[in-house]
């Protein structure tokens, strides 16, 4: 055989490759004629049965060169572009993703305070909730430099049932109180459905904690709440898992969610957890949420708080979270990575480019 | 300097050591005595602020060879020695621990079955309950060789909110009506602790799933119940954060742990999740809870079943669960690793050293 | 729409299917025979500017409903399954990929030891050559139970360069001694190819250890040796870049391999590394070649080796490495996992059922 | 018992701290001249079987409350720090670690660009060299832009020994002729220790690949070479792990070396690895060696290319490297990640703040 045989052969690929691409298209406008039918009878699109059924249609109808298990790999390919393509048109497409450059989610606040509007947004306060003065210490801080959201956790998810849990309602009563003194909004952690009313009453914005992000009862639950959510990935999620957690949310009747990446777990150990950075730019290009950052538990150390900072708004972030305390070694929780007041002032400087 | 010297150095070494050495008890009595005291005021042992004041106080007193870094780094480790036996001398330890070699969990479920006995249990049914001929052809093919525990999930946790979330209560009315019929207990997910009541109608034997297994509101109600609870280890979870969390449930009341190893997330792609076998004999060491072993979730595919079951008996674990459908092709869900009937024969013959 | 029409429009996807199965036949068919010119013509299959070419060809002639990007990630999968098609052709597959039930490499040593033969070896000595005294000592005991592999390194690799590096030559020369003395085979690391030719002095089966698994040029050269090779799972190899690398060893002309599963790195501490079990019974799935498992770095630990040793050998695996030394405490390195001899004959009953 | 004697006891305490604090730096005098002994011996600071015999000398006159496993951790620490200290002294530190905040290796090559003297570094180029065209459509485009730097392999590690393993030493004359032509440093990729001294003809840096960061009989070899040496982090290698490895070059001689992180493996899967952002931040605290961050390998992606290029300068890197490609679709390897020259002059757009 020669050079020119293979330019013959070539140009019959190209000719099937072109059959090939007119049939599979016919196929897809048929399947989404089946999908319609679906749609009005309420059934669901995927039908493992039916696909089964195909396959072995297929097996048996197969004469090679290529083996049944390459066939049927290839058709389940189709089956699931099919499949993606019926889906799409019945809804459009995942509630969280983004559709053009310019597809942006902003949430505003009561106090009228937006997030994800493009200004680089920060929100810090202590750990937990310890006392008044505490909280009051840190609040008068963050007014001087202009945030405007407080957090503070009444509970706290431990890893052991004998560590502090938190002050409680108490502890969020106290926020709202500081809160209020301050003109600040305020943010805390839910971690069970039942607390959802109760905490109503203190909190401005709700958040999920990693240990929580495949909760769907609580994420359901949320998605009926009328404030904002601020979720945070799970220690060792996905970034698909991810935003399908977030889906949960949106699908549930909530479009106020807030991803915060906040550290993968990892064998490094140096650092507590490992910030995902290149996570939060690929979250910037398939949703259209805003995206911050945790620089405390993402780092478990308050030396790398600076670079991190400026790490995160380089990134594309619509803002930060990290822990403010007003003295750091004597702090309930984490208190190797809560910065003191000095601290937090270096971060600010430092992304106000001082 | 010469040889000579070098030996008068050690024994000088070894004078010091011997007085380290007794003051380190000495120290160690007197805090506990102080532990009895806080003990009697009942407030915490762990006092940050104390350990702060001596800290600063060893550093001005310093003058080196060793440097404050130091220094502060060997008192805290005396000061956690310390703390460890506090906490030891008023709790005795984590009840989940294990004390001597014979100390051993034994479960026994209403049907006078035992987990924890010596005996090799084995859990199998289908991921989740689709239909009543479902479970009843699997249940057949389970009575037939002796299996006592019939799983099934009325509510399943599933990465997005578009996929089956299982059939709910119907689901595990049908479950229930099945063990029933064949003389079983079922087991099944309990995913928010709000469905604990309704759940203890139909339910022999609670699981938390991975994704919830540091959900503390979960496992304090779980606490609370009178069925034992399988717990199953998180995605990520340490062994220590496994342990504490089943510390949770024991702690709040409830003595009838199962500790289950499902497998952890790792960078490996051939295997759904890396079945972590030497933390399960790591388990058998630290904790007098019974341990099984997840043999389709840590795999993710049924050709490798037989060979882990083996595994899984050769570690010393104390039993296993798997899931068995009767048409794996057109389950619900994780078709890939639920094995048939005809393989559900192979594993309990592989077990029974057929 | 009614039901009837969703059977009508199934029956046209039948149809269709079928067609697009003969056209993927055909296609198959005609690369097929491209592939032959390529092979005389000493061309690589894979042809990425052709495989452009195409994408293009059809990404202007989709009219949808399919896009363009569908339709390429489709296309891209007949690629792949074609050029798998083609490279099976030609070079059969994988050389270390497995046939048949029966395909297995059974490796015979200079006397006459087999490994891999379904008799479970045993191959264990300290982790590094220290002294004549220490070998001997070890070698006694391996003698008495009728172990007829020791290792001992002669060049360790070592995190930091300021420890403990090996003896070098002399220690390989001992372990010669050694071996000579009792009858046994000699395994050794090797650490660069520079060294082969000295070593082959020495060792009869060389290994490569974790750190260069995938260091080509060593594989390559050990292509060339007639010493079989075991070679160690990467500290973070998938299963599928650890067969590629036996793959480099048995492409250049050395079919004596021996994969060693090692524990890979994950985010758990209680135990060094975590042994992929589940990743052994896959490789027994996979490969011809024989599978050891390391018990020694996959825990960390002596006190588990018992039940792993155990696991080692229900898992299919054809024999395990361990590391013993006469005097763990004062090893010059890993001591931490080092059994010493009364924990070696430990092993050796669990294995022999007493 | 009071609040009286809770004073009472705290004083106590109080004074035994001291004690044990004055015990312990005399200790540690004594050591530290014994490890003066040791230095003139020329005989090693660890002495494991001396550990050994002070640890069971310790044990058998401990009496408690402290158990003999506390006594033996806490005095393994004293020893730990005795030891650190010791070896401080002898070689004051390990030779990569930084002593003061303006402590900063500066690498001067060849034709007087530096690296590491504050100003942002940009290497790029294609991932291997293919031919002379590919590399001077690449280099014309960065002289345009002031890269001083260019990137090509001639060897490159290949996962399947069946894929391109680069040009060999054709490629490598390209790469300089190409250099000669726009006056720049050429920077490839070292594989053996082999090929040190053919490829010092051609390559300004070499640089060590992730597959290579523990291979210590090349990093050794090149502690002697004139060149400067980037050394790429390993794919599942700590920062302590890494600082290590650049300890053996450095120790060995050269004292210029550039840390590379290249991203991690992790378990997510939307980007080819984990960049290691945090982990950069820290080791610019830890060592005094210049850092660059890879965004094409971490990334495995061009489309996050331009905020990865800030976020990496954001961290206090010193540079990045990158894969710049005339037409990456037909790219020999790694096709997905390398940007074509549009994007080049994105990325260079991004840091020039345009």
């Known amino acids: 055989m020669t050079k020119n045989d293979l330019q013959l052969l070539r140009g019959q690929i190209d000719e ?27 059934s669901r699109f995927y039908d493992p049965q039916r696909e089964a059924q195909m396959l072995i249609a297929l097996e048996s ?13 290839l058709f389940r390919e189709i089956f699931r572009a099919t499949l993606a393509l019926e889906e799409k048109q019945a809804r459009a497409k995942m509630l969280v993703q983004r559709d053009s450059d310019d597809d942006r989610t902003v949430i505003t606040l009561p106090d009228g305070t937006e997030i994800g509007n493009g200004v680089f947004s920060v929100i810090t306060g202590p750990c937990a ?10 609040a008068a801080a963050l007014a001087e430099r202009g945030v405007k959201i407080i957090r503070g956790m009444g509970y706290k998810p431990r890893t052991s049932p004998y560590d502090f849990q938190g002050l409680g309602e108490p502890g969020l009563s106290i926020a709202r109180q500081i809160a209020n003194k ?17 905490m109503s009453d203190y909190v401005d914005i709700f958040w999920v904690g990693a240990r929580n992000m495949q909760n769907s009862f609580l994420l359901k639950a949320l998605g009926k709440v009328k404030q904002p959510v601020i979720l ?23 479009p106020n969610v807030i991803l915060m990446e906040r550290g993968i777990r990892t064998f490094e150990k140096w650092t507590r957890n490992t910030l995902d950075i290149g996570g939060v730019t690929v979250l910037k290009l398939e949703t259209h949420l805003p995206v911050i950052v945790d620089i405390s538990h993402s780092a478990g150390r308050r030396d790398i708080a600076v670079p991190l900072a400026k790490v995160a708004k380089a990134s594309g972030a619509d803002g930060i ?24 002032h270096q971060v600010m400087d430092a992304l106000e480019g001082k």
């Open 16 to 42: 099937i490759n072109l059959q090939i691409l007119e049939l599979l298209n016919k196929r897809a406008a048929i399947a989404s004629d089946i999908g319609k039918i679906h749609a009005a009878l309420g």
């Open 61 to 73: 109808a197969n004469q090679g060169p290529f083996s049944n298990d390459t066939i049927k790999a």
């Open 129 to 138: 909730v310890e006392s008044y003065e505490q909280m009051d210490e840190v």
């Open 182 to 198: 301050y003109g600040m909004m305020v943010t805390s952690e839910i971690m069970d459905k039942s607390l959802i009313d109760m």
């Open 232 to 254: 945070k990935r799970g220690l060792s999620a996905t970034l698909e898992e991810f935003l399908y957690a977030a889906e949960y949310i949106v699908a549930n009747g909530n």
């Open 321 to 344: 979270m990290f822990e403010t305390h007003p003295n750091p070694p004597v702090a309930m929780s984490d208190s190797k990575q809560q910065l003191n007041i000095e601290q937090f």
